[in-house]
C-alpha cells in the first residue's frame, strides 16, 4: 500500500503571501490531520477531516483553514503568511479508529521570507 | 503547558549502550504511540500500546505503558548508529473532541555513535 503522499515537499513565500499544501492519504483512511511542527513547539495540531467534515480543529488562528475531497485527499490553506508560519507541515491518515493511531507523510517544509 | 514531558531530550551514547527514554503526564490517555523521525521525513510509527501495564517488544526496543495510563517508557538494549533518530511518544484521548489529535512530547535526539 502507498503511503501518505504531500506535495510540494519545498515551499519559499514571502510575508502576506498565501499557499495551499495537498495531501493524498493512504488508500482506504478515511481521517486526515494536518500538523505543524517547529524545533520551538514541536508537533502541534491543527485540525482533522472525515468525510468532508473538519471534526476537531486545534488552537490555531483563522488564517490556517482546510479541506477535504470526496476521494479524502486533503488541502490546507495559509493566509497572509507571516515569518512565524515557516515549519514542517504533516499530514497524517488514518482508520479513525479507537486507538487513533497517525500515519504520516513526509511533509512540507515551508519558509516564510 | 505541555501535556507530556518527554526526558531526556538529547542523548549521546556509544555503540553497543542501552537507553531508556521517558515520557510522563498528569493526563489519561487510551492510547499512546512511539514514533521515530529521522531529518527531513515525517513521523514513522513505532507502536501503539493501549492498555496500562502492557509491554510490547519491537527487536531490541521495549515500550512500556504506566498501569495508570499516564506514562511510558522506551527502552533499546544494545543501541546501534541506525538507531539515530529523533524519538516521540504521542497520547491519544477518547471522545469526540479528540478526533485525530495526538499530544506530542518534545521528542528525544538520540546519536549512537560508532
Known amino acids: 500500500k502507498a503511503g501518505v503522499t504531500q506535495t510540494p515537499r519545498y515551499l519559499i513565500k514571502t510575508r502576506g503571501q498565501q499557499v495551499t499544501l495537498s495531501c493524498s492519504p493512504i488508500s482506504g483512511h478515511r481521517s486526515v490531520s494536518w500538523y505543524q511542527q517547529t524545533p520551538g513547539q514541536g508537533l502541534q495540531f491543527l485540525f482533522e477531516y472525515f468525510s468532508e467534515t473538519q471534526r476537531n480543529k486545534g488552537n490555531f488562528p483563522g488564517r490556517f483553514s482546510g479541506r477535504q475531497f470526496s476521494n479524502s485527499r486533503s488541502e490546507m490553506n495559509v493566509s497572509t503568511l507571516e515569518l512565524g508560519d515557516s515549519a514542517l507541515y504533516l499530514c497524517?491518515?488514518?482508520?479513525?479508529?479507537?486507538?487513533?493511531?497517525?500515519?504520516f507523510g513526509p511533509g512540507t517544509r515551508l519558509t516564510v521570507l | 503547558t505541555q501535556l507530556l514531558e518527554q526526558s531526556p531530550q538529547f542523548l549521546s551514547i556509544q555503540e553497543g549502550e542501552n537507553l531508556t527514554v521517558y515520557c510522563n503526564s498528569s493526563s489519561v490517555f487510551s492510547s499512546l504511540q512511539w514514533y521515530r523521525q529521522e531529518p527531513g521525513e515525517g513521523p514513522v510509527l513505532l507502536v501503539t500500546?493501549?492498555?496500562?501495564?502492557e509491554v510490547k517488544k519491537l527487536k531490541r526496543l521495549t515500550f512500556q505503558f504506566g498501569d495508570a495510563r499516564k506514562d511510558s517508557s522506551l527502552h533499546i538494549t544494545a543501541a546501534q548508529p541506525g538507531d539515530t533518530g529523533l524519538y516521540l511518544c504521542?497520547?491519544?484521548?477518547?471522545?469526540?473532541?479528540?478526533?485525530?489529535?495526538?499530544?506530542f512530547g518534545q521528542g528525544t535526539i538520540l546519536t549512537v555513535h560508532p
Open positions: 504521542a497520547g491519544a484521548k477518547a471522545g469526540g473532541t479528540s478526533y485525530g489529535k495526538l499530544t
Open positions: 500500546v493501549v492498555t496500562g501495564g
Open positions: 497524517a491518515s488514518s482508520l479513525a479508529n479507537l486507538y487513533n493511531e497517525q500515519f
